[in-house]
């Protein structure tokens, strides 16, 4: 909990990085400590980094899919980040583990590490 008002900043920084929306400080507060309060939610940190997902399944398959919904690394720490979400899901269960990424390092790093373009997320 200690780390939330840091995790906050790396995702103000991821937000910009991405075009993403506005951070809403409270709210990304209210998020983080509920996935760290959660059995089916994480949130991991290192010195400059943080990823945070949570396991659920789908409204087509009873499987368990890890969700990643933030990962930035600004401390080359992405992905020993990367590996400790992926044994924390597979511990749990999962089925499937879903990243998301803006292209960049990020991208390359999760194609080295076997994931594929499974769907484009477009918005608006």
């Known amino acids: 909990m200690d780390d939330i008002p ?9 937000a910009a990085t991405v075009n993403g929306l506005p951070v809403d400080r409270i709210k990304a507060g209210e998020t983080l400590a509920g996935l760290i309060c959660d059995p089916a939610g994480v949130v991991l940190v290192t010195g400059g ?7 659920g399944d789908t ?4 499987d368990l899919v890890a969700y990643e919904l933030g990962w930035f ?15 924390w899901a597979q511990g749990r269960g999962a089925a499937m583990i879903a990243m ?6 990020a ?4 194609e ?5 373009v499974a769907e ?5």
Not at 100 to 105: I, T
Not at 112 to 116: D, F, T
Not at 120 to 124: D, E, P, R, S
């Open 6 to 14: 840091r995790v906050i900043d790396l995702i103000e920084k991821l």
């Open 49 to 55: 980094g943080f990823i945070a997902g949570r396991i």
């Open 59 to 62: 409204f087509i398959s009873r």
């Open 73 to 87: 690394a600004e401390d080359r720490s992405g992905l020993r980040l990367l590996r400790a979400f992926e044994t």
């Open 100 to 105: 998301s990424c803006n292209g960049g390092a």
């Open 107 to 110: 991208q390359r790093i999760l």
């Open 112 to 116: 080295r590490s076997g994931y594929r």
């Open 120 to 124: 484009i997320q477009m918005v608006k």
